[in-house]
């Protein structure tokens, strides 16, 4: 089935994520700690991703896919047939919709592979029920992954599917390098008909090509997104994007010597003492906020290169192979001692960007992008978003938001994903903690995609040592 989105009403990819069957493979089957049936999370905290402050002693009624009935416990009637699960002492959010979510890998000196197995499994157990993979290397790889998800052959999230990268004649040898704008529309309008829901411009692409590869997506339903350089943020919103990564990270338009189609070098150097709240920013986000632009938060893949930032932590080594592993703590090591990293004031930097683009009214999502050297995995990445964010001065229930029904706005499915009320998809993470006190998603339990409750600790262990590999 294609995935083809119009840029006001995904009604083909709602449609999808309301029919999905509840078949499982028998060999995933033992990773399943809840059932779908008619299931009443008891008495647990609930932070639901509107933003609200969280709510104790919340019951939430499940049955089949969706959820049914949200309260105060005592105020929900529970079926006699209800398998009741005691909840307290324990936060349920929604399921995270990563919006910068690779299904590939990069880390090491030089690796990469694609990770249909350990990487879809990753996402999952950390809470992750929907990404975006926002750029593919292996297009087909991610389309039938999806598909195999869909059928429940394979455990994974809801996924949206990317076409190849597109860029200019100086990318690497992965992406489409694009000779011209006819190319650009070529190259969308074939990928567009195999299915894909996205497209992502990557930094040496021009303004002629960005925008045909634009109006060749939206004319086939489809969207843009981009990790750019040669081209500014305004310039792209000019152009109609759809969505912008990375934050502060690619915007090189604040460069004073910044010229057209052109990537300047280290055009961050002196963003240490960018003024947010100036009126050069405040133009870049009243543009992005007044054509319906969205910003995606990638901060993890960044604080892995910035020197003085606490030690990587030692759970991301454990999952990953032996080999990469002992590469990756070798750099980690080097970055953290400040060797080619990111300057810790610019990295300060891009968290106040953040937040003034959500003060100013700008819709920011997150997403982890596994890329790099290979210390932010799938997943994991996405739970150290979680306090990156809270280090950037949100709330914790601005946070989880932010990495909830803000992604499910970008993608056009917020009215079936992304928050904790009746009638919408059961996809939820039950964590066995106070999410507030702990301030981390390490706890995560069980994962619920479509009403089923995964066991996250299990998945875990069935890809330990596999990630960057398989």
């Known amino acids: 089935m294609k995935l083809i989105l119009s840029r006001s009403a995904p009604a083909l990819i709602l449609t999808l994520l309301a029919s999905f069957a509840p078949i499982i493979a028998q ?5 399943v700690a809840i059932p779908q049936g008619t299931i009443a999370l008891t008495h647990a905290t609930v932070i639901d991703g509107t933003g609200s402050p969280s709510m104790t002693d919340q019951t939430i009624l499940i049955e089949g896919d969706r959820i049914t009935a949200v309260g105060a416990s005592g105020s929900i009637r529970i079926p006699a047939t209800a398998n009741i699960i005691d909840a307290s002492g324990k936060t349920v959010i929604p399921g995270l919709v990563g919006l910068h979510n690779h299904s590939y890998y990069t880390g090491g000196n030089g690796r990469a592979a694609q990770l249909s197995f350990s990487g879809s499994r990753l996402y999952l157990a950390s809470g992750v029920t929907t990404i975006r993979t926002t750029g593919a290397q292996q297009p087909y790889a991610e389309l039938n992954l999806q598909r195999e998800i869909e059928a429940g052959r394979v455990i994974g999230p809801t996924m949206f599917a990317t076409g190849p990268y597109l860029t200019g004649e100086q990318g690497p040898q992965t992406m489409t390098r694009l000779e011209g704008p006819e190319q650009a529309r070529r190259v969308v309008r ?72 052109e990537c300047p070098a280290g055009f961050r150097s002196d963003y240490a003492n960018l003024d947010v709240n100036g009126p ?17 938060s990638t901060l993890v893949v960044y604080e892995i290169s910035v020197a003085g930032r606490p030690p990587i932590e030692e759970r991301i080594y454990d999952v990953l192979a032996p080999e990469i592993a002992e590469e990756v703590r070798e750099i980690a090591v080097a970055r953290r001692a400040g060797q080619g990293a990111i300057d810790p004031d610019v990295f300060a930097k891009a968290m106040e960007y953040e937040r003034a683009f959500v003060d100013a009214g700008g819709l920011l999502a997150a997403g982890v992008d596994p890329t790099g050297y290979g210390a932010a995995p799938p997943g994991y990445g996405d739970q150290r978003n979680y306090e990156l964010l809270l280090e950037a001065g949100f709330s914790p229930e601005k946070v989880v938001q932010i990495m909830s029904l803000n992604g499910a706005k970008v993608l056009g499915i917020d009215d079936e994903v992304g928050s904790i009320e009746a009638g919408k998809i059961a996809d939820l993470v039950m964590i066995d903690a106070d999410l507030e006190t702990v301030r981390n998603l390490h706890a995560t339990e069980i994962v619920f995609r479509h009403g089923i409750g995964w066991d996250s600790e299990l998945l875990i262990e069935s890809i330990r040592g596999l990630v960057g590999v398989r």
């Not at 060999?27 to 990773?31: A, D, G, H, N, Y």
């Not at 906020?289 to 910003?295: F, K, L, R, Y």
Request: aromatic residues 12%; proline residues 2%; glycine residues 6%.
């Open 280 to 296: 050069e920013v405040q133009a870049t986000f009243k543009d992005m906020i007044d054509n319906d632009v969205a910003m995606t």
């Open 190 to 261: 074939y990928w567009a008909e195999e299915g894909v829901s996205w497209f992502k411009a990557y930094t040496w692409i021009s303004r002629a090509e960005l925008g045909a590869a634009i109006e060749e997506a939206h004319a086939h339903g489809v969207k843009v997104t981009a990790h750019l350089c040669s081209v500014g943020y305004r310039e792209a919103v000019a152009l109609g994007i759809d969505n912008l990564e990375h934050g502060l990270f690619a915007n090189s338009e604040y460069d004073p010597n910044k010229q057209p189609d």
């Open 27 to 31: 060999e995933s089957s033992q990773f």
